[in-house]
C-alpha cells in the first residue's frame, strides 16, 4: 500500500490577547487593496492610503477589529501571520491596541503557517497565489498534493495556478494589473513565449472569453493540414447523417427521395408516381396533424 505524505502544516495552540499595535511588525499592510504600506500616521510619504482602506478604517471604528494571527518573537514583539489589511486600517483609524491570537511558531512554521493562511483567502490574487505556491515548493519543499491538502483546494486548482509562473513577463502585468484574467492566461500557456504578449493582446481587443481564447490557441497551434483533416472529417460525419436521414425517409414513404445541399440548407425531393402514393402521403400528413405536437 502507498504511504501517504502528513501534510507539513505546523500545528500551535494559540492564546487570546489584545496587544498593542505598534509592537505588531508587518511588512506588507494593506496588500489586499493594493496600496503601499501605510505608516502609523499614514504620511504622503508612506502612500496615501486608498478609498478602500479608509471605509475599512471607518468599519473598525465603529464595529471593533477582528482578531489578527500573530507569532510572538523576542523581544517583545510580534510578527503578523494573518490580517495585515485589518492591521493597516487600524493605523490608519489610529486605533492602539488589536485583539489577537498569538502563536509560538518556529522561524520556518511561521513563515509556512503565514504562506498558508494567505492563501486560503479568496482575496488572494491569481499571480500572488501562484508566487506563494512556489514558494512552499522551493523553499519548503512542499509537493503539489500537499499544497492542494494544506489549502483546501484540489490538485489540479494548484497546477493550474503554478502553470502561470510560465508565461512571459509582459503577459504576468497583464493579469497582474487585472487586465487580463487567470483563466485567459492559463489558455496562453501552450503558446510560444515569445508570442505570448501579442495574443493576449489580440484576446483583449476581441473580447475573447476564455472558451474563444482556448479555441484561437488550438487553431494557432495546430498545423494547417490537421484542420483541413478535422473539417473534412466533421463535414463527412454530417455527409453521414443526412444519408441516413433520406434512406430512413425513403423506407417511411416507400418512394424515391433525394436531396441537394448540406447540413446548414438544402432541398428534399419526394418522388410520386402514381395517385396511391399521394394517397399515402396524405394519410401520413393527417396522422402527423392529429399528433400533440402539433396543439
Known amino acids: 500500500m502507498k504511504r501517504t505524505r502528513k501534510i507539513p502544516v505546523p500545528a500551535s495552540s494559540a492564546e ?33 492610503p ?30 503578523l501571520l494573518a490580517g495585515g489589511n485589518d492591521l493597516a486600517a487600524a493605523k490608519l483609524a489610529g486605533i492602539s491596541s488589536v485583539p489577537a491570537r498569538v502563536f509560538r511558531f518556529s522561524e520556518r512554521d511561521a513563515e509556512i503557517f503565514a504562506l498558508t493562511e494567505t492563501l486560503k483567502r479568496d482575496s488572494v490574487g491569481a499571480m500572488e497565489g501562484a508566487y506563494l505556491m512556489k514558494r512552499l515548493i522551493s523553499e519548503f519543499g512542499w509537493t503539489q498534493d500537499e499544497i492542494a491538502a494544506g489549502i ?3 490538485r489540479p486548482a494548484v497546477a493550474n495556478s503554478l502553470r502561470l509562473l510560465t508565461l512571459a513577463p509582459e503577459v504576468v502585468g497583464l493579469v497582474e494589473s487585472g487586465r487580463l484574467s487567470a483563466g485567459h492566461a492559463r489558455a496562453l500557456v501552450s503558446v510560444p513565449k515569445e508570442k505570448q504578449f501579442a495574443f493576449a493582446e489580440e484576446t483583449l481587443k476581441r473580447g475573447y472569453s476564455v472558451r474563444e481564447t482556448e479555441r484561437a490557441v488550438k487553431a494557432f497551434l495546430t498545423p494547417p493540414e490537421v484542420l483541413q483533416s478535422e473539417k473534412a472529417a466533421a463535414a463527412a460525419a454530417k455527409s453521414a447523417e443526412l444519408k441516413a436521414l433520406v434512406e430512413r425517409m425513403r423506407a417511411v414513404f416507400r418512394t424515391k427521395v433525394s436531396l441537394i445541399g448540406n447540413d446548414k440548407k ?23 396533424e392529429s399528433s400533440p405536437l402539433f396543439d
Open 152 to 154: 483546501g483546494k484540489s
Open 50 to 79: 486608498s478609498e478602500a482602506l479608509k471605509k475599512r478604517a471607518a468599519y473598525l471604528l465603529l464595529n471593533g477589529v477582528p482578531p489578527l494571527v500573530v507569532n510572538e518573537e523576542k523581544g517583545g514583539r510580534y510578527r
Open 16 to 48: 487570546e490577547r489584545e496587544i498593542a499595535v505598534a509592537e505588531i511588525d508587518c511588512t506588507d499592510d494593506g496588500a489586499q487593496y493594493g496600496e503601499r504600506p501605510v505608516s502609523d500616521g499614514g504620511s504622503a510619504e508612506a502612500g496615501a
Open 266 to 288: 438544402g432541398r428534399i425531393y419526394i418522388d410520386y408516381y402514381t395517385p396511391e402514393d399521394l394517397y399515402r402521403f396524405e394519410e401520413m400528413l393527417a396522422v402527423l
